[in-house]
């Protein structure tokens, strides 16, 4: 049985101190889950995250990662100091960073290893545009993205990570992929592991669902068998809505 784990993309939203008020709000509401809870805030707010998460289940993520160790890379962050400041997690390849700073599969596939060589695990983003879907690509496109990020990981790695799909209209949209549409392409991503590795391999693999989650929709996707938790944007930023999620769940 795989454990479910929900996530909290902050995307560049609260400052130190607006990352202080809802973290206190989501402590006080979530002293304990039957499920994994991680909260990816900005790098600034961090350390700051990590010090008010200390006694708490809450676990601590990263938003991206740069794929150096250090030196001349201005405006990077290396996984050694995302480390440091506290992180267990770090999402790599999520959408706006494809659509905004042009990150192929094969930086994101770099980027994966770079977390999981540090001991960190990856949360690996995959899905398709709306385009995609209309032209009746799905399938197509997210056999070669799960193909393209994992390649090269070896059994262990691949069931250490964490793949987010997140069909791209559905982000920030209100548009929610229904549950079947969520769990026909979690499916077709396990099968490609599965393709790729074994299906005891594919099986341990969570792979968690993102785009418009909020509490009202959360029990039905995540129900789905092979739907194993969710990446939420909008509905994390709110204590009271994301805590709602997890206990709907
Ligand atoms: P929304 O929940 O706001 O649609 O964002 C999803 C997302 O991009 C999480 O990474």
Not at 120 to 145: A, N, S, V
Not at 158 to 169: D, F, H, L, R, T
Not at 181 to 193: C, F, G, N, P, T
């Amino acid at each position: 049985m795989r454990k479910k784990i929900i996530a909290g993309n902050w995307k560049m939203n609260n400052d130190i101190f607006q990352t202080t008020d809802l973290l206190n709000g989501l402590k006080e509401k979530i002293s304990s889950s039957e499920h994994l809870v991680i909260v990816c805030p900005p790098f600034t707010s961090l350390v700051v995250a990590q010090q008010l998460l200390k006694n708490s289940p809450i676990k601590l993520g990263a938003q991206d990662v740069s794929l150096f160790d250090s030196g001349a890379y201005t405006g990077e962050i290396s996984v050694g100091m995302l480390k440091a400041a506290g992180c267990s997690y770090v999402i790599v390849g999520h959408s706006e960073r494809r659509q905004y700073h042009g990150e192929t599969n094969e930086i994101i596939n770099k980027k994966a290893k770079k977390v999981l060589d540090a001991g960190l695990i990856p949360i690996i983003c995959i899905g398709e545009t709306l385009d995609e879907r209309e032209k009746g690509i799905t399938d197509q496109i997210l056999t070669t993205q799960t193909k393209g990020v994992l390649a090269d990981f070896s059994n262990a790695e691949v069931e250490k990570s964490i793949i987010a799909y997140e069909p791209v209209w559905a982000i920030g949209t209100g548009k929610t992929a229904t549950k079947e549409q969520a769990e026909e392409s979690h499916q077709l991503i396990r099968k490609v592991i599965s393709q790729m590795y074994s299906w005891a391999t594919a099986e341990k693999v969570i792979i968690q669902y993102g785009g418009s989650v909020k509490s009202e929709n959360a029990k039905e996707l995540l129900s789905q068998p092979n739907i194993d938790g969710a990446l939420v944007g909008g509905a994390c930023l709110k204590a009271d809505s994301f805590a709602a999620i997890i206990t709907a769940v």
